[in-house]
């Protein structure tokens, strides 16, 4: 039963209506169309330089010269190792070319490159360490060969000044020693007159009682 009722549904499908007709293009835009240049032709395809025969061979020698391994996952390893073998010795090959050209143009001489002889003449020996020793030792002799006799004037003003500043603490000791007994003699002067003094305040006191007691 399931089966009739599918095919009833297809049958109720109505068809999809006729497509209008594409209007057609004015004139105005065909001749734009026209007046539209075409492109121009690509120039032919140079043709790649042919092969010898010989090194097509000698190419499939090579590949078949690679030995055979047993099969399995040794087999594949081993001959995934020789292809990479094959493959990196023909990049040496080609660097070896390479390294090759790199080498003629270092050994060309640049423009820039100082000969010797002008690097002897722009650079100066670095003095070694002895060299300066022998320098400084050589410049201390020279500045100690000085005059011996303006030394001794030296050493006699120095002496002269010693002198002279002895005598004057000398005689400032004396003026001080001087002053100290100047001093003393006034001292005692002082203790005299105030002595005598006393003893004429006594006498006075003595002389009033005897004359106005009896008064």
Do not use: W
């Not at 690509?42 to 078949?64: A, G």
């Not at 050589?138 to 001794?152: A, D, H, S």
């Amino acid at each position: 039963m399931g089966l009739f009722k599918k095919k009833e549904v297809k049958e109720a499908i109505p068809s999809l209506p006729e497509l209008p007709e594409l209007p057609e293009i004015p004139e105005e835009e065909k001749e734009v169309k026209e007046a539209i240049p075409s492109l121009p032709e690509l120039p032919p395809r140079p043709d790649r330089p042919e092969q010898n025969p010989e090194e097509n061979n000698e190419e499939n020698e090579k590949i078949s010269e690679l030995p055979s391994f047993p099969k399995g996952r040794t087999g594949e390893k081993f001959s995934q190792y020789s292809l990479k073998n094959a493959i990196s010795g023909e990049k040496e090959g080609e660097d070896g070319e390479e390294t090759d050209e790199v080498d003629e143009d270092q050994r060309r001489p640049s423009p820039f490159e100082i000969s010797s002889e002008d690097k002897k003449r722009f650079t100066k020996e670095i003095p070694s360490r002895e060299r300066m020793k022998a320098s400084s030792l050589m410049i201390e002799k020279e500045e100690k060969k000085e005059p011996l006799f303006i030394r001794i004037d030296k050493f006699e003003e120095s002496a002269q000044n010693f002198e002279n500043i002895k005598k004057q603490i000398l005689e400032i000791e004396k003026m001080t020693l001087d002053l100290k007994e100047i001093k003393e003699q006034e001292d005692e002067e002082v203790q005299n007159f105030e002595q005598e003094i006393k003893e004429i305040k006594e006498r006075l006191d003595l002389i009033d009682k005897d004359m106005f007691s009896g008064v």
